[in-house]
């Protein structure tokens, strides 16, 4: 198998300069993901941008969250149609059954490359700057270089600053000395509205049973509100809000307090010490999971699969 380095040989578009990651609700060939698979889309275009020379820049003024971050207005000013803006649609992703996947780096980075060997501008901007939705899984680990970067990027302005402060003081909690619960139900649940699956509950319900310490605080995120109820009501030691659920990328038309309750919690998931994921899906839950690697918070994966009643 070719190295990493002897692949970035290939790469000969002598006009492109920067790529910049877009993240706005709709793109040309589909919608967007969530701000976790953008964040790893992030990661892995910083990624490839250094090994072959380029500048590597994030977008977020098209999307509604941008209200809530700190530098959305500042920096690079850039002019690009974003209807012509397109998912790059290979995620570095091979998926081997329910539970386990595995990644290609070296076939990807050269499908990338062949990518951008082609690319012009054509539609959307600049010959010099490439613009599209990356949500691929990152080649290499991720430094911490990467980390500070993308938190810049993602930094919460005042209002959001003084809504986490206020959440937090109201739910008893101080930043690094609670973990967070994250249980992803599932985009049938979330973006469907169906029923939760009673077997899931109690699988959940039985593995914190075992594991959650006592003298420790949990705050319970998740996209359904009936399950925080639930083990609020199972828990003693455990904090719930109840609050409009978004999914920041498949969500059609999301409200304002929708939006603003989702990154509230992502801010708030980013002050704990600990996060323990609950999730149907082996890839586990984007959200949780790049909030952990954004903010290097110990991250525990837990698969629970969603069979049929």
């Not at 492109?16 to 976790?36: E, F």
């Not at 077997?199 to 995120?221: P, W």
């Not at 609020?232 to 719930?240: H, L, M, R, T």
């Not at 010490?273 to 839950?285: D, L, R, T, V």
Request: proline share 3%; aromatic share 12%; hydrophobic share 40%.
């Amino acid at each position: 198998m070719q190295s990493i380095t002897s692949i970035a040989r290939n790469f000969n578009n002598k006009n492109l300069k920067r790529i910049v990651n877009v993240y706005q609700m709709k793109y040309k060939n589909g919608v967007a993901q969530g701000l976790g698979d953008y964040i790893r889309g992030c990661f892995c275009l910083m990624q490839m941008s250094a090994i072959l020379g380029l500048k590597f820049d994030m977008d977020l003024s098209n999307h509604p969250m941008s209200k809530y971050l700190l530098f959305t207005g500042a920096g690079t000013k850039y002019e690009f149609n974003s209807e012509e803006i397109t998912r790059y649609e290979n995620t570095n992703y091979i998926p081997i059954n329910a539970k386990t996947y595995s990644k290609n780096s070296a076939e990807f980075f050269l499908g990338f490359i062949n990518y951008l060997n082609t690319y012009n501008g054509s539609g959307c901007g600049t010959n010099d700057t490439f613009f599209t939705f990356c949500h691929s899984f990152p080649i290499f680990e991720v430094q911490d270089l990467g980390r500070k970067i993308i938190r810049n990027k993602l930094a919460p302005n005042e209002l959001m600053q003084n809504l986490v402060k206020n959440a937090m003081d109201k739910l008893g909690l101080v930043s690094k000395q609670f973990a967070v619960i994250h249980i992803r139900s599932g985009d049938k649940y979330m973006l469907k509205n169906e029923p939760l699956n009673s077997r899931v509950v109690k699988r959940i319900v039985d593995v914190l049973s075992k594991n959650m310490k006592s003298g420790t605080k949990y705050l319970v995120l998740s996209d359904n509100n009936n399950i925080k109820i639930i083990l609020k009501n199972a828990f003693p030691q455990i904090v719930i809000q109840l609050n409009q659920i978004a999914h920041l990328g498949e969500s059609v038309n999301p409200t304002d307090d929708a939006i603003l309750a989702t990154m509230l919690d992502f801010y708030l998931m980013s002050n704990a010490f600990q996060i323990i994921s609950f999730s149907p899906y082996n890839w586990g839950s984007g959200f949780s999971q790049w909030c952990s690697v954004l903010y290097n918070i110990p991250y525990t994966q837990i698969q629970v699969l969603d069979r049929l009643s």
